[in-house]
Structures are given as structure tokens and as C-alpha cells.
């Protein structure tokens, strides 16, 4: 038995604030790399599936999808477990955002040093 998920498992997967690798979600449901990109492209999939990632990358789904309320609730407990490197998916998450900041924050401090350097070869100071 399928059910309509539409893209809401596929775009939580793929958020930008998944600190969790498709790879790794893949190995922990027991799906092969390629396999699980195959189930993420359906609008239908297995309710198992579902369950087991929503577990990995610590979402319940019940509240998007409505065909999943009529699964017992402890299917769905998402216990804080170890992901990766000692990490639970909350610290894992939380250094993953820190990391992207200092990373906005270095772009724009390289941004503003190329226009300090044009500046400067515009006035002669340094050579082009």
C-alpha cells in the first residue's frame, strides 16, 4: 500500500537545514543510495517508508500527511539518538547553521575586499 506524499518528504530530505546526507538516510532505511533517490522522486510511497525517514531526519510527518494518522503514535517517537560522530541530529543541526553564518559571513568579508582592491587599482595604488 502506497499514499500520496506529494513533495513533502522529498523537500524536507532536501532542506537546507538537513544536516543529515541523503546517503546516510539511505543506509539507515535500508535502501541503496540510488534506490532512495527513486522513492524520493514518487508523489506515492510506502507509509514504512515514510516512518523510517521521518525517524532519521528527526520530522513527523502526520501533520502534512493525513493518511499517516492512522499508524500508532509510537511508530513515530523520534528518540535523540547518535547520527554521526558522537553528534544527535539538534547539534548536528544547530553546527551545521553556525558553519553556514561564518560562511555567509567570509563571503561578504571576501566581497568587500575585492572592492577595496578595485578601488585601489582604480586610484593607482596598486598594480593591475
Do not use: C, W
Not at 532512495?36 to 513527523?60: C, H, N, R, S, W
Amino acid at each position: 500500500m502506497k499514499i500520496y506524499v506529494g513533495e513533502t518528504v522529498k523537500n524536507a530530505v532536501n532542506s537546507k537545514n538537513q544536516p543529515v546526507t541523503k546517503t546516510h538516510i539511505a543506509k539507515q532505511i535500508g535502501l541503496s543510495r540510488t534506490q532512495f533517490y527513486t522513492i524520493l522522486q514518487d508523489q506515492e510511497m510506502d507509509p514504512a517508508y515514510v516512518i523510517k525517514i521521518g525517524k532519521v531526519i528527526g520530522k513527523d510527518f502526520r501533520k502534512e500527511i493525513a493518511q499517516l494518522r492512522e499508524f500508532p503514535e509510537e511508530q513515530f517517537f523520534v528518540k535523540e539518538e547518535v547520527i554521526e560522530n558522537g553528534m544527535t541530529f539538534e547539534e548536528l543541526k544547530s553546527e551545521m547553521i553556525d558553519l553556514q553564518r561564518k560562511y555567509i559571513h567570509a563571503l561578504e568579508d571576501i566581497r568587500q575586499l575585492q572592492k577595496e582592491v578595485r578601488n585601489l587599482e582604480k586610484m593607482g595604488k596598486i598594480p593591475t
